[in-house]
């Protein structure tokens, strides 16, 4: 149950042990998006990201005591007028470009980093190869 905001000295709105969740979730509910399918390959509308989002997160506060911080998350994140901000997911039609754009250069940092680390400037058929054999996932 909430109560009142405590006035305690050692008081804190968001323990430490709570924010790396929090952070997570919230870094997965704004890369959902309806174009994009989940992990079996089914595919949601925008409707349901946001109304499963919300409850994901709503009860994940609820669980762990943290009515403020759902009460901020609420009305600085998951208010609907607020998602349209942030989550990708708010504009089924397409994906954001920028967001895009920035996921794929992270992709390309990762395969450079770790997968042809060893080379400064790699030849063409050797970098497809190592994307081919190492940076995808086999089916």
């Known amino acids: 149950e909430c109560g009142p905001r405590s006035q305690s000295p050692n008081y804190q709105f968001c323990p430490p042990a709570h924010r790396l969740p929090i952070l997570r979730l919230?870094?997965?509910h704004a890369s959902q998006h309806p174009l994009l399918p989940e992990r079996h390959g089914e595919s949601r509308s925008s409707e349901d990201i946001y109304r499963d989002a919300v409850s994901e997160m709503y009860h994940h506060c609820q669980a762990n005591n943290l009515c403020e911080v759902w009460a901020y998350l609420w009305n600085s994140w998951y208010r609907r007028d607020r998602w349209k901000l942030w989550a990708r997911s708010a504009y089924s039609a397409s994906i954001p470009r920028?967001?895009?754009?920035m996921i794929v250069e992270a992709l390309w940092w990762g395969i450079k980093r770790l997968v042809l680390h060893m080379y400064n400037r790699p030849p063409i058929d050797l970098a497809l190869y190592a994307i081919v054999t190492k940076a995808i996932p086999p089916y």
């Open 26 to 28: 919230l870094a997965k």
């Open 98 to 101: 920028k967001r895009t754009t």
